[in-house]
């Protein structure tokens, strides 16, 4: 593939007759509200207009779909929407068609088309009660098998800080010199020391000294 580029992308369009939900919709919806998560879609955007439509009665059911990237926000979608309304869920597995399209960079090669299934999520959701025949309905105020998050997270530990040098009393019958005043004092010490012992010395020259000069005169 180094002498083909990669060019579009061309998903199977899907009807609201091709979703897999031919027994589980109500009869007496007419019509219902259908949207499509994608990878880039933002959430909060999406709940709002969901929110409003179910608010202000113009739909009763509504779908959501989301293939490749956008199935983990289409299971987050619909898990905050039953927040805030008794929503009936019914949730489908299915494939949608893609094909990938690559463009030659040589005189010569022919176009190539790939065609590839990617996995897609269709969930329906009802305000009126759906019948309990249906395969893996979900009631309000259930958990989804497709989600398995509901709980809170976990507090994140606090982080580690240092403590604070303590401050200990210090000894009232132990002083500490600083090492300045330390070291006059052993100078001084060593110099009184030294001044004795000249002293001392210089005495006993000066005995030894008279008692030579006494006996040369006997």
Request: contains cysteine; hydrophobic residues 30%; charged residues 25%.
């Amino acid at each position: 593939m180094m002498h083909y580029r990669k060019a579009e992308n061309v998903e199977q369009e899907l009807s609201k007759n091709d979703l897999p939900f031919e027994n589980c919709m109500p009869k007496a919806h007419k019509d219902f509200l259908w949207m499509h998560v994608k990878g880039g879609t933002k959430v909060s955007n999406v709940i709002g207009y969901a929110q409003s439509a179910l608010d202000k009665g113009e739909y009763r059911s509504l779908v959501w779909s989301g293939s490749g990237g956008g199935v983990v926000k289409t299971i987050s979608c619909a898990e905050v929407l039953k927040r805030s309304h008794p929503l009936y869920q019914v949730t489908r597995m299915a494939y949608t068609s893609v094909e990938e399209h690559w463009k030659p960079q040589m005189d010569g090669l022919e176009e190539i088309v790939v065609n590839r299934k990617i996995p897609t999520l269709h969930i329906l959701m009802s305000l009126d009660e759906l019948p309990d025949s249906i395969d893996g309905l979900q009631k309000p105020n259930t958990t989804s098998d497709f989600w398995q998050h509901d709980e809170p997270p976990a507090p994140r530990p606090a982080p580690a800080h240092r403590s604070a040098p303590v401050n200990r009393p210090a000894d009232a019958n132990r002083s500490t010199p600083a090492r300045g005043t330390n070291k006059r004092q052993r100078f001084g010490r060593n110099k009184s020391q030294q001044q004795q012992q000249t002293q001392h010395n210089q005495q006993s020259q000066s005995k030894s000294a008279t008692e030579s000069a006494a006996s040369e005169h006997s």
